[in-house]
């Protein structure tokens, strides 16, 4: 929206013209998500206190779980709402990038917000039920790589991209589609699980989504793309906006969300950052990069299945509570210990997810 009115303004003062550099409208990007986020969150945590919007905890999971009962949850529309602003004024809004990962997390932060709605509002602890919201994330899922699908302009965007291999692309044809849809749906669930406690999901989305925003900023420049062997989508820089305001957005986020926590995301916020997440991965051509970066994601999920698959074959459990964070509480680590290890171990695979780049 601004980028219009500095290009004309840019025609009879050149200093607008610096508003033309994607570093720039990043920096901004993030800076305005994150002033946005901190001037209107203690305004949002009011509001829902007074609206009596609060966390309802398991009984079965650790005590110590007990006093966050009431707390306001549905947070994510808070974070959301800073990044479209952010994306919307410093994007390029004739980007078709921008409006499908725009419209992505738009459309599954509203399956969120429902399941969040029945559960705090109508009283109903099942929420939306699983096959209702599988189903909506499956259409929003599918209508995004249909998109991506059918507008794509080089084989080199409908092919899986293998890290550390110079030249191995594997054209996946119609099987794009496939790919994309259990990305994004999958992604969505992952960082949806991952939320279970004060700041660990959000931390993790913030560094992954940074790191997918510097992978979108060289696969859109076709002379670093060249350089380090990536492939090149036009169009696909224009995306670090995006990500620099999801990194600002969940920072300003965070400043709530910290242990011990004032406000929770809710599934509107769990599963709209983990479909934009998803949907980026696979613009830029990396999601098996995003697998490595957001390996916290996987390492949640995978003890979910596990858990599942375990006591329904034997009746046996494998942990002591799935997803695997409330294991680690049960067997006696403090929640800020479980918090920040797993950040820790975020930082050390996205640096990973970094040195693919060069390792080929």
Known sequence: MLLFLTAYLSKYFTFFSVFNYLSLRAILGVLTALFISLLIGKRVIRLLQTLQIGQAVRSDGPQTHLSKE?????????????????????????????WVVVLTTLAFGLVGWVDDYRKVVEKNPRGLPAKWKYLWQSVFGLAAALYLYMTASTPAETSLIVPLFKDVAIPLGVFFVVLTYFVIVGTSNAVNLTDGLDGLAILPTVLVGGALGVFAYLTGNIRFADYLLIPYVEGAGELIVFCAALVGAGLGFLWFNTYPAQIFMGDVGALALGAALGVIAVIVRQELVLFIMGGVFVMETVSVILQVASYRLTKRRIFRMAP???????????????????????????????????VR
């Open 70 to 98: 009431g707390t306001p949850t549905m947070g994510g529309a808070l974070i959301i709402f800073s990044i479209c602003i952010s994306t919307l004024l410093w994007g390029d809004l004739t980007n078709q990038y921008i």
């Open 324 to 358: 695997i964070h409330h294991h680690f509480e049960l067997k006696g680590w403090a929640e800020p210990k479980v918090i920040v290890r797993f950040w820790i171990i975020t930082v050390c695979l996205v640096l990973v997810g970094f040195a693919t780049l060069k």
